[in-house]
């Protein structure tokens, strides 16, 4: 599978379907676009590969006019084009498929198909034309699907195609897709890129935006490597590999050093055996995972973003329901699928969770800082004073975290939108920290967190250890697990693939991450 | 007792018309996503305007003209609320409402001296009643005769309009162009914007309509059923519309029915007021005017299976980050 596509087209000679010269997006404070360039040859499969939030579907909707670049050119055939709004880069022949479908549920497939580039104010005659011309596409490029299906009829594969099929209808020259195998489950993955084949052998560009590294060396010509917003390279897929494109996604950093001594692990403080769960697309997202955790040691998962750390986490913290699997916690026994705990529940099991988006699920940056302080915790009665919350001792509270840990400004009275991201971060960290816990669940420690805040964190989590609690921790940073874990999990499509121990090869895990040489296949 | 019948389901063609122009009207806003409670404040408006100007001209069609002119403003300052600001459209809504509740009264009064009320219509400023051709060489023809000489003909051009506007809305939704994108901005704005148009500018249209049918609606009852206007004469009839729409399932074949319902029980209670009912003696006036209200409880608490609304209704449209 790794046999990279034959490709006459591929020389220097092969005319240009897109270029793009310099291109930077700002979204507020994130650069999600730094001077990006790129050029795209007709007739190929090319793919952008990067991590969840690296920049690519910015760039692709920069493309398909659903953003404004802040600065820089585009290119379509060599003619200096702007992208005013997704009407303008569909008369230029540019279609995309977005990662999630813009698809109308309740209408059929031949409406969704025509929907905005209907031929008429009536729709009675041309709507049978496109009925026809539907047909011709569906046989041309082997795309099946009733046009009188209703979309929320049918599965998210055939949904797919719907999309391909919109595209194409409207004369589309240059087929984006934004993560397409998402959704898809390995069999319909492989049909669709039969189906992008096809379309190359018809002289359509594609352009494949994954974060898959198989995907890429599976089906692509050529491959740009995005990280932080940056495209950092732009290969043959010939001539790379899965590793070195792993190293670029994820980029090398210097080991940050944490001075630790060797782990001395106890008895077992978490167990979950056989945990599966399901996302809301119902895509399995987490495949009959095992693992343990013991007090005084900290056991990290590592991977590419997107493998289903986050929602191991989120089921492990009681945010998700698993379909099926245990978990062992503070010598009790809980059947996850049947009785799972609210978060509050596994809160009261000694279990503290510091999640992986601080914005959207660790704090409300629009209360104050004291206030954060006990969010989740407020009902301890340390708290209340009958059913007051006791102000007095909430503020005692904040005060003693904010010196603690050096969070500044140490105001507890600020709004917590007011502070920067890494004392953000311990705002949240003090929280779950200071409560005395058995087991701390830690996602993205240090994610958009300054090199001191960093080097502070790390440090009170190795403190944590020492305490003889259990930690586990997932990071996208293979460093920092390799720094601070005293065991490695690596996660890849929902499986723990394999365990390694930190000093491991970093190109061993590297392989492991993107799916190569897996325990577990 | 046939001849009662007849008389009653007379009035409830009467009196289901405004419900179903104001019910049509918030069929178009919802279809395309922009919840509109604010029906009844635009109605009043358009009741106004249309007495207002009817009176002052003696001209039905210039009144009629003035209450879709007034209506559409309101329903403009909704979409700049809730469309290009995307503010709360409840909340714009009922802002609209008070406005047009406070602004009636208060002009009404500064203009005319009568307490908030138009002076009566002078001749021509009311629509009167058109006889359909041989309504009356049909009065003699039992039931059919009947039917058409009573029921079909002698309503003023509103009604007609009121009743043709369903099949028109039909059409229009689920066989034009306009219709196709309109119910798929109300289902998913995203696919719309997508597919290479302008959310807003269909989102304004839809509203647009929406206040041309609630002109109609609001003009209905100060020069056609009324001859002038009367403070707060629309007295809840743009909730019930409301209400109806909710009952219809935003279908306009539904829409019709369910006005037609309320339509019907708003007769019988005019009807059996003050009389007696065997084995229950009179009931209270009060009890048929609820009757409505109490019915759309009920309704809308099961009785109809679930009502699924447009699945992007009440959500601003914004480009969401990925």
Not at chain 1, 141 to 159: C, F, K, N, S, T
Not at chain 2, 303 to 313: D, L, R, Y
């Amino acid at each position: 599978m790794n046999k990279p596509i034959p490709n006459s087209q591929l020389d220097a000679a092969a005319p240009v379907a897109i270029e793009l010269r310099n291109i930077n997006k700002r979204f507020g404070p994130v650069h999600a676009n730094k001077d990006i360039d790129l050029v795209v040859r007709k007739g190929s499969i090319h793919g952008i590969i990067g991590e969840n939030g690296a920049g690519k579907s910015t760039l692709m909707s920069i493309l398909y006019g659903f953003y404004h670049a802040d600065e820089g050119d585009i290119l379509i055939d060599g003619q200096k084009v702007s992208i005013a709004d997704s009407k303008a880069a569909i008369s230029l022949g540019i279609g995309m498929v977005h990662q999630h479908f813009m698809l109308v549920d309740n209408f059929s497939v031949l409406e969704n198909v025509v929907l905005g580039a209907e031929e008429s104010a009536r729709l009675a005659g041309g709507l049978d034309r496109a009925r026809t011309e539907l047909k011709r596409l569906e046989d041309e490029y082997e795309l099946r699907v009733d046009p009188d299906a209703l979309i929320q009829d049918l599965p998210v594969g055939l949904q797919q195609r719907v999309e391909i099929l919109k595209a194409l209808f409207r004369g589309a020259d240059v087929l984006i897709l934004d993560e397409p195998t998402g959704v898809l489950t390995p069999a319909e993955a492989d049909h669709l890129f039969k189906i992008l084949n096809v379309l190359k052998e018809e002289g359509k560009t594609v352009l494949l935006i994954t974060h898959k590294l198989r995907e890429i060396m599976a089906v692509t010509d050529t491959v740009s490597v995005m990280r932080r917003g940056e495209m950092v390279a732009t290969k043959h897929t010939a001539d790379t590999n899965m590793s070195e494109l792993a190293e670029l996604m994820v980029g090398r950093n210097v080991l940050l050093n944490v001075d630790k001594q060797p782990a001395r692990p106890r008895e077992k403080v978490l167990v979950v055996e056989g945990l599966n769960v399901t996302d809301s697309r119902g895509v399995r997202v987490v495949k009959d995972v095992s693992f343990d955790v013991k007090a005084g040691e900290i056991v990290g998962i590592a991977g590419v973003s997107g493998n289903g750390q986050t929602e191991l986490m989120e089921t492990i913290a009681g945010i998700r329901r698993a379909t099926s699997g245990t978990l062992q916690i503070d010598g009790e026994r809980i059947d996850l699928a049947k009785a799972a705990p609210s978060p509050a529940e596994m809160r009261d099991k000694n279990l503290a969770h510091v999640p992986e988006d601080r914005h959207r699920m660790g704090l409300v940056t629009s209360f104050a800082e004291y206030e954060n302080a006990i969010l989740g915790y407020h009902n301890a009665p340390e708290y209340s004073k009958g059913w007051l919350l006791d102000i007095a001792a909430i503020k005692q509270t904040a005060q003693a975290e904010i010196e603690k840990y050096d969070i500044r400004p140490p105001d507890p009275l600020l709004k917590t939108a007011n502070f920067s991201g890494g004392n953000q971060q311990k705002i949240v960290l003090a929280r779950e920290m200071e409560r005395d816990p058995t087991v701390l669940l830690v996602g993205q420690p240090t994610r958009g967190v300054d090199i001191g805040a960093i080097e502070f964190i790390h440090k009170r989590l190795i403190e944590m250890r020492d305490a003889g609690k259990g930690i586990l921790l997932v990071s996208v940073e293979l460093d920092e697990i390799r720094s601070l874990a005293d065991r490695i999990l690596v996660m890849f499509d929902g499986n723990v693939v394999g365990e390694r121990s930190p000093d491991a090869d970093e190109s061993e895990l590297g392989l492991l991450m993107a799916g190569v040489d897996g325990d577990v296949t | 007792m046939f001849d009662t019948f007849i008389l009653i389901l007379d009035s409830t063609v009467r009196l289901s018309t405004p419900l179903l122009l104001a019910c049509l009207a918030g069929l178009y806003s919802e279809r395309a996503g922009v919840v509109d409670i604010g029906l009844e404040g635009k109605m009043l408006g358009a009741a106004f305007g249309a007495g207002a100007v009817g009176y002052l001209t003696g001209n039905a069609w210039a009144g009629l003209l003035a209450g879709i002119a007034v209506s559409i403003g309101l329903a403009l300052i909704h979409g700049f609320a809730s469309i290009t600001n995307r503010g709360n459209q409840i909340v714009s809504g009922v802002a609209i409402n008070f406005l047009a509740a406070g602004l009636t009264a208060l002009l009404g009064q500064t203009w005319f001296r009568q307490g908030g009320r138009t002076p009566p219509l002078p001749e021509g400023g009311r629509f009167e009643n058109i006889e359909l051709p041989f309504a009356e060489a049909m009065r003699d023809v039992p039931l059919i005769g009947q039917i058409y000489s009573e029921l079909l003909s002698g309503h003023n051009i509103l009604v007609y309009i009121a009743f043709a506007a369903v099949p028109i809305t039909w059409w229009v939704l689920f066989r034009t162009r306009f219709g196709l994108r309109l119910r798929a901005v109300g289902e998913n704005p995203a696919a719309v914007d997508t597919a290479g148009i302008s959310v807003i500018w269909l989102r304004y249209r839809a509203v647009i309509v929406c206040g041309m049918l609630c002109g109609v609606a609001g003009s209905y009852l100060s020069i056609a059923q009324s001859s002038g206007f009367i403070t707060n004469m629309t007295a809840g009839k743009g909730f019930i519309a409301l209400a109806a729409l909710i009952f219809a399932k935003w279908q306009p074949l539904n829409a019709m029915l369910a006005c037609l319902l309320f339509g019907f029980l708003d007769a019988v209670a005019i009807r059996l007021q003050g009389q007696e009912l065997p084995g229950i003696g009179e009931v209270p006036v009060q009890f048929f005017q609820a009757l409505p209200y109490i019915l759309t409880v009920i309704l809308l608490a099961g009785f109809i299976g679930k009502a699924i609304p447009p699945k992007a209704a009440g959500v601003p449209y914004t480009k969401e980050r990925t």
